[in-house]
């Protein structure tokens, strides 16, 4: 089973930057669709980018600030986050699913990391 670790999480003003990192054990992280998600006090969780070994993508919502990486041989991957706004606070997570073929992201996620907290001061 694979099991995800997120870290990275923490308070900073906005404008500020943060990356957040995702490590992953158990299986090579080579055969999945890694995603981040984030979800706000009151809100629905939203899916803000994903990476599979050949494509990205990301929310409009996100797009031009933060960018998604990950190294297959040191199964991590990351969330570079800059220009950070007060709308960015949220829990953050990584998750991971089977690469499907033409995507960036997997249709569905049934691996789950803990989650880190993000808060953006205005």
């Known amino acids: 089973q694979l099991h995800l670790v997120e870290s990275g999480g923490g308070t900073v003003q906005a404008g500020g930057s943060l990356r957040l990192s995702c490590a992953a054990s158990?299986?090579?992280?080579?055969?999945?669709?890694i995603a981040w998600f984030r979800q706000a006090p009151g809100k629905e969780r939203e899916e803000i980018s994903c990476?599979?070994?050949?494509?990205?993508y990301y929310a409009d919502s996100v797009k031009g600030r933060f960018t998604i990486s990950r190294d297959n041989d040191e199964s991590m991957a990351w969330l570079q986050m800059n220009s950070l706004k007060p709308e960015d606070t949220a829990v953050y997570y990584c998750?991971?699913?089977?690469?499907?073929?033409?995507?960036?992201?997997?249709?569905?996620?049934?691996?789950w990391g803990q989650g880190t907290q993000v808060t953006v001061s205005s």
């Open positions: 158990g299986f090579p992280l080579r055969l999945y669709s």
């Open positions: 998750a991971a699913d089977g690469v499907v073929a033409g995507r960036a992201c997997a249709i569905e996620y049934d691996y």
């Open positions: 990476i599979s070994n050949t494509a990205t």
